[in-house]
C-alpha cells in the first residue's frame, strides 16, 4: 500500500449517499492541501474536491456542488467525501491526492504530488 488509501466504494442506487474515506500515512498529513478526484472509463480525470491543511476552507467542482461535503480529521489523518444524491453520472473511480506544493485550494490533477489506488463508486439507475 502507498501512502493513500481510500476506502468506502461500492454499489448504490440512484438518490442514495456514500462516503468515502482516505486514510494518509506519514506525520506531516495536517500541514497540506488534500483533493479528491474521480475518473470514468473513457474520460480524464476530473475534479471533485478539495480542501485546505486546517479544513476551514473548500471547493467544489460543478458536479459535486451542492451534493457533496469534503471534510478532514487531521488527529486521524483521514479526508472525507460524503456524496448524498448520486446518480448514475457520478459511476467512477475516486482517488484522493495530497498536495505538498502549498497550493491554495488545488484544482488541477498536476497540482498533487502523491494519489491513492482508487476506490470504485458505481450508481445503479
Known amino acids: 500500500q502507498g501512502p493513500l488509501v481510500e476506502s468506502g466504494g461500492g454499489l448504490v442506487q440512484a438518490g442514495g449517499s456514500l462516503t468515502l474515506s482516505c486514510v494518509i500515512s506519514?506525520?506531516?498529513?495536517?500541514?497540506?492541501?488534500m483533493g479528491w478526484f474521480r475518473q470514468a472509463p473513457g474520460k480524464e480525470r476530473e475534479f471533485v474536491a478539495t480542501?485546505?491543511?486546517?479544513?476551514?476552507?473548500?471547493d467544489y467542482g460543478d458536479s459535486a456542488k451542492g451534493r457533496f461535503t469534503i471534510s478532514r480529521n487531521n488527529a486521524k489523518n483521514t479526508v472525507f467525501l460524503q456524496m448524498n444524491s448520486l446518480n448514475p453520472e457520478d459511476t467512477a473511480t475516486y482517488y484522493c491526492a495530497i498536495d505538498t506544493n502549498w497550493i491554495d485550494l488545488p484544482r488541477y490533477p498536476d497540482d498533487y504530488d502523491y494519489w491513492g489506488q482508487g476506490t470504485q463508486v458505481t450508481v445503479s439507475s
Open positions: 506519514g506525520p506531516t498529513f495536517s500541514t497540506y492541501a
Open positions: 480542501i485546505s491543511w486546517s479544513g476551514g476552507m473548500t
